[in-house]
């Protein structure tokens, strides 16, 4: 299976600054035949499930604000929330769909 | 709007079985691939199965594997987990997900039904 280790674990930062979540993959995630990173980001808010937040690496999902990016390919991914909010406080998630089983990130806890 | 409604957790002793339900509104049933995706208290997410839009592919995790079922009735738009010979390591919050046709991401999720195995 594909491990998934995200870091930090856990990540404070002030309000309207810039938020880095980290991920990587012990294998590649990117597919050469279309060029796509089959990896996706969710957000998981306390007593809620997870929201998909970013598809493909870099595709946000309708409705997410732009604040919320992701980058990165291959091994290496990221997620950046800019301006943070106060509602951006949740756990974070990476996931990869390049191979069954789908895996996860170990998920990283984001406080203001 | 995609919505997904989990049902039929609780308690159950080890060894018993439970059956989840999921029912469906808001989108096209039969488009799109059903998972089942669990969280163990205060830890994070382990896919556990998922069945394709026509019902004819399925695929489960090891740590599930010849304990759970997957099925889905598109006339009823519903998805459901048979689970078996449960485990005090299956008490977790099941959701059901749903996915694109041919990806295993999860764009919809219900809001999940606990359960806790224990004697």
């Known amino acids: 299976d594909i491990v998934m280790t995200q870091s930090p674990d856990s990540l404070a930062v002030s309000l309207g600054e810039v938020a880095t979540i980290n991920c990587r993959s012990s294998?590649?995630?990117?597919?050469?035949?279309?060029?796509?990173?089959?990896l996706v980001w969710y957000q998981q808010k306390p007593g809620q499930p997870p929201k998909l937040l970013i598809s493909w690496a870099t595709t946000r999902e309708s409705g997410v604000p732009d604040r919320f990016s992701g980058s990165g390919s291959g091994t290496d991914f990221s997620l950046t929330i800019s301006r943070l909010q106060a509602e951006d406080v949740a756990v974070y998630y990476c996931?990869?769909?390049?191979?069954?089983?789908?895996?996860f990130g170990q998920g990283t806890k984001l406080e203001i | 709007q995609a919505q997904l409604v989990e049902s039929g957790g609780g308690v159950v002793q080890p060894g018993r079985p439970l059956r989840l339900s999921c029912a469906a509104s808001g989108f096209i049933f039969s488009d799109f691939s059903l998972h089942w995706v669990r969280q163990a208290p205060g830890k994070g997410l382990e896919w556990l199965s998922v069945?394709?839009?026509?019902?004819?592919?399925?695929y489960y995790a090891d740590s599930v594997k010849g304990r759970f079922t997957i099925s889905r009735d598109n006339s009823n738009n519903t998805v459901s987990l048979q689970m078996d010979s449960l485990r005090p390591e299956d008490t977790a919050v099941y959701f059901c997900a749903r996915g694109p046709r041919w990806s295993y991401y999860f764009d919809s999720w219900g809001q999940g039904s606990l359960v806790t195995v224990s004697s």
């Open positions: 996931q990869q769909y390049h191979l069954s089983p789908p895996t």
């Open positions: 294998q590649s995630l990117l597919y050469s035949s279309n060029n796509k990173n089959y």
């Open positions: 069945i394709s839009y026509d019902g004819n592919t399925k």
